[in-house]
């Protein structure tokens, strides 16, 4: 479980977050969307202990792994993938010199799993967007935290990789994990999510996406407004295809993407 109580953020005179209150629980799988500037990134760095309230509080029951929009290494750092995935194992050994085998072990069954098992001995410079994206993934595994965090994990990467990370996301949902991740394709979170958090500064709305969707988005200047500012109106999420032009593709539905668990909120002023 994470969550935050009458949470906000101020840079400066801005207010990025605004006495935000929200609680996700274990086995829950949401969607946070919103209007560029609408406090997404703020929330989840907050979250994450990476970004220090202005006010309110964090609580969370566990360790938490945070994948950013940018990632946390250079891919032209001389690493290979399979050591890259195995700075995983840090928060638990503190020093690369004591892993055993149990935890080489975990770093190629993560990299089996994300589909690059043949590529661990590859630098990281040689892979591809979304093989890269595939590489923090398979690190995220080797992390092993009950709750994860991800800022836009899909943007910009090939259907085949965007694919296979959802279905991560749903095995991490069905292993009891709090997963909360931003995204800006509306479409795909309709077909995917059964839980959704809709961002403007403040908390906004929280429920299913049929209740918090059908009426737009707010913009980030006012919360009642109806503007889709800064998300895909497609009808799946924007991919990079190489040699292409950007296009939007669509996911298929599954069952199994309907999550237990239930998402808490508050408004202004209220506990």
Not at 21 to 31: K, N, Y
Not at 84 to 97: E, F
Not at 217 to 245: F, I, K, N, Q, W
């Amino acid at each position: 479980m994470i969550g935050c109580q009458d949470l906000s953020v101020h840079f400066g005179p801005n207010v990025a977050l605004d006495r935000v209150s929200a609680t996700f629980a274990p086995g829950m799988l949401c969607a946070v969307v919103g209007p560029n500037g609408g406090g997404k990134t703020t929330l989840l760095r907050a979250l994450a202990g990476l970004q220090k309230p202005s006010t309110g509080k964090i609580v969370c029951d566990g360790p938490v792994a945070y994948l950013s929009q940018r990632p946390e290494t250079d891919h032209r750092f001389p690493m290979c993938v399979e050591e890259y995935v195995l700075t995983g194992t840090w928060r638990r050994t503190g020093d690369a010199r004591r892993l055993g085998r149990d935890e080489v072990e975990r770093a190629l069954d993560a990299l089996a799993r994300v589909g690059l098992a043949d590529k661990r001995t590859q630098a990281l410079e040689a892979l591809s967007g979304g093989q890269w994206q595939r590489a923090r993934f398979a690190r995220l595994i080797v992390e092993d935290t009950p709750i994860v965090l991800l800022d836009e994990p899909l943007t910009g990467i090939d259907l085949p990789s965007a694919e296979l990370l959802l279905t991560l996301l749903d095995q991490w949902r069905n292993e009891g994990r709090t997963v909360v991740t931003v995204l800006h394709d509306l479409p795909l979170v309709r077909e995917r999510f059964a839980h959704v958090a809709v961002m403007a500064g403040r908390l906004v709305s929280t429920g299913t996406p049929a209740e918090c969707l059908n009426g737009g988005l707010p913009s980030a200047d006012s919360a009642g407004g109806g503007a889709h500012a800064g998300l895909s109106g497609a009808g799946g999420y924007t991919a990079r295809v190489a040699g292409a032009a950007s296009t939007a593709y669509g996911l298929p539905s599954h069952g199994g993407s309907r999550a237990s668990g239930a998402i808490a909120t508050s408004g202004r002023g209220h506990r």
